[in-house]
């Protein structure tokens, strides 16, 4: 345990309309390290620019109002309730979203740790802080973080970035792997107690939880380009076939499918395999010979390689843990 010591002072930064489990998460895990540590490794505070905001659900937050001119150690913005496209874009334009950005540009350049999980990232990026540095964000919003804040450079793959003296977070419950990385901070073993009271697992990636068709995007080209892939996963990938079949040069379609989903076609095309494959590992007993064949690889081991590459569990892993939730 950390003996008493001088407290960083953490800022959760409550947004109207902000998302109820994600807020809860943050505030709940930090709150049970301080309590399992005896002496509170941070001094903990719900901070607004009004004296209390309504959540996502309409629950009545009270806050305490936030200081200009009084920078915390570290802030964390939860995310906002908004998990589209078309409600996110509108909610970061209003009035509450704004007014928040100004007050993280004037506490990061009071020299605060700044960190935010899921769409809370889209509120830190709008601040303009992010520009310049690396950050994730919620896989199913990737393209549309790309396409808004073209000078971050987006890894979606990741649970957590760092890229001082910003942090990210991913999805939804990456909240509670950003608040295990702040308690990391000031002590490693309690962080691993805290997880243990919470049964939270280690999770580096949230690529094991993505899903490639729920990639919210608007382009056609790279619509079209999915369809085809999808209908021809079993045979070998070309690039100038399928820019042909979907009627673009490969140049285009190379181009478009980075710009959109900030990966390569083939590692798009991977991406899809895996996915069917994991399907297939969970919903049949099919073994990994032909499952590999039916996504369209020549061997086990190619997949296997994959599997474990983009989800970071083997087929084991997976199957083992299908029959764990079945129980």
């Not at 009545?60 to 309730?81: F, Q, Y």
């Not at 199913?140 to 793959?157: K, N, Q, S, Y």
């Not at 590999?292 to 997976?318: I, M, P, Q, S, W």
Request: glycine share 6%; charged share 25%.
């Amino acid at each position: 345990m950390i003996a008493n010591t001088p407290r960083p002072r953490v800022a959760i930064l409550a947004i109207d309309g902000l998302f109820d489990l994600g807020f809860a998460s943050i505030l709940d895990t930090m709150s049970i390290a301080n309590e399992l540590n005896r002496e509170p490794i941070y001094e903990l505070e719900v901070v607004g620019l009004q004296k209390k905001v309504v959540s996502q659900r309409g629950s009545i937050i009270p806050t305490v109002r936030a200081k200009w001119d009084e920078t915390p150690d570290i802030v964390v913005v939860p995310a906002l309730g908004a998990k589209s496209p078309e409600a996110l874009v509108p909610a970061l334009a209003a009035r509450p979203v704004v007014a928040a950005c100004e007050l993280l540009r004037a506490w990061g350049a009071g020299g605060a740790t700044i960190a935010a999980a899921c769409t809370g990232t889209f509120v830190l990026a709008t601040s303009g802080l992010l520009d310049g540095h690396r950050a994730t964000t919620t896989w199913w919003l990737a393209p549309l973080f790309r396409e808004r804040f073209p000078d971050t450079e987006l890894d979606d793959g990741n649970m957590i970035v760092a890229s001082a003296p910003f942090v990210t977070a991913g999805a939804a419950l990456a909240h509670l792997d950003l608040a295990l990385w702040l308690i990391r901070r000031q002590s490693p073993s309690l962080a691993a107690l805290t997880a243990r009271y919470l049964m939270i697992d280690t999770r580096p990636s949230q690529a094991a939880f993505a899903i490639p068709d729920h990639l919210m995007h608007d382009d056609d080209l790279v619509r079209r380009f999915e369809s085809w892939v999808r209908k021809n996963l079993v045979d070998r990938f070309s690039l100038e076939e399928a820019a042909k079949k979907i009627g673009a040069s490969p140049r285009t379609l190379q181009r478009k499918v980075q710009n959109v989903l900030g990966k390569s076609p083939i590692a798009f095309v991977q991406d899809l395999r895996v996915e069917r494959a994991i399907h297939l590992i969970r919903t049949s007993n099919d073994s990994m010979d032909t499952i590999a064949e039916r996504v369209g690889y020549a061997d086990a081991v190619t997949l296997r390689t994959l599997l474990r590459k983009k989800t970071g569990r083997g087929v084991r892993e997976l199957r083992a843990a299908d029959s764990e939730r079945a129980r």
